[in-house]
């Protein structure tokens, strides 16, 4: 089948188009999902760059997708052939104690499309029934692209602002770097639960962007001192949640944004990992500094009844043929996006179906 891959990490030369192997006969609670469009996340230039993980080469890039369902394994109930689904990439064994507690990002076999198993920028790829969810009729209907470019910053962005923050009506966020695709949906979410919402970029033209999407303040981090501001814009008194995945270069100015009985929610380190805290500060001001990566699949399951009633429908930046992967790869790696950046892989889904 027809796949976007690497053979060796490195920069965005590395990416290659060509056949891989189909993968195998879906399991018994499997679903083979035939990729009509796959959507770009930075953990994908993270991934070729060289995670600390043992790949087998060639190694299918790519998280997020959206198909057809091809074929089910004999005990799936949730899906059957034929249906259009959207696929969650973070893949759990549903086993182990996090799994039966609910959380499942937090599963100890924790894997993601892409990164620990080959991705979905293929034709082909086969998930648990678990990672599937019916995409939701809508006027105008989603397309593939849109699809595509749901799961994994939505269901990032909702449980870093919905159930990690607890974000409250009236209360200030503030978000980083609002191009990326979980600072966009962060935003949109905050907006949802009647935040106040304060936004900021280095491009001018990405903050005007937000701002028709809903931020109330947008502010250029190049221009302008983003924590003198905030507390400006709060009478001093700091923000409540700080959305944060930039990690080194703005950790500083994260903490002296927020405000007593803060919130900072970080789920990425996009400009380094090491950052310091001054504790005397952390227990004074009653800070909680939370961690969150992806969702379970309660709120997996909720992102998608929220996007059917209309909401959080994704925003795509562009749309960029499988022969040019590498050119849509180059616009995520200039950060010139704003919304998901995605790749069609196939128009009708049955394309060589088998090699
Ligand atoms: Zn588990």
């Not at 639960?193 to 280095?202: C, P």
């Not at 905030?230 to 270069?249: F, M, P, Q, S, Y």
Request: with cysteine; proline share 5%; hydrophobic share 45%.
């Amino acid at each position: 089948m027809r796949a976007c891959f690497i053979r060796a990490t490195g920069g965005l030369e590395q990416i290659q188009l060509g056949d891989v192997p189909l993968p195998g006969d879906p399991g018994p609670r499997d679903v083979r999902v035939a990729i009509r469009a796959a959507a770009l996340n930075h953990l994908d230039l993270f991934v070729m760059k060289g995670l600390p993980l043992k790949h087998e080469f060639p190694h299918v890039l790519g998280a997020d997708g959206a198909g057809v369902v091809e074929a089910v394994g004999r005990d799936v109930t949730a899906v059957k052939p034929g249906d259009r689904v959207m696929i969650n990439p973070g893949i759990s064994d549903y086993s182990c104690e996090y799994c039966r507690a609910g959380e499942h990002s937090l599963c100890v076999n924790y894997r993601m499309l892409g990164e620990h198993l080959p991705g979905t920028i293929a034709e082909r790829v086969v998930v648990p029934e678990q990672n599937v969810a019916i995409m939701p009729p809508l006027d105008p209907p989603l397309t593939w692209a849109e699809a595509a470019a749901f799961s994994l910053v939505t269901l990032t962005a909702w449980r870093m602002v919905v159930t990690r923050a607890r974000v409250q009506p009236g209360e200030t966020v503030l978000v980083w770097g609002i191009g990326g695709g979980v600072s966009l949906t962060a935003l949109r979410i905050a907006k949802l639960r009647g935040a106040r919402v304060i936004v900021t970029s280095s491009s001018d033209a990405k903050l005007q962007q937000a701002q028709r999407l809903g931020a109330d303040v947008a502010l250029n981090h190049r221009t302008r001192k983003v924590a003198e501001e905030v507390r400006a814009l709060t009478h001093k008194r700091g923000a409540d949640v700080v959305i944060e995945n930039v990690g080194e270069a703005t950790w500083e100015q994260s903490l002296r944004a927020l405000g007593r009985g803060g919130r900072l929610v970080s789920c990425g380190a996009t400009s380094g990992p090491k950052v310091s805290v001054d504790l005397r500060r952390l227990f004074w001001y009653h800070w909680s500094i939370l961690g969150s990566t992806m969702g379970n699949a309660a709120e997996y399951r909720e992102i998608v009844r929220v996007l059917g009633g209309g909401e959080l429908r994704p925003i795509v930046d562009g749309v960029y043929p499988l022969a040019a992967a590498r050119a849509a790869f180059e616009r995520l790696e200039r950060g010139e996006q704003l919304g998901k950046v995605v790749i069609e892989v196939s128009r009708d889904g049955a394309s060589r179906s088998a090699s």
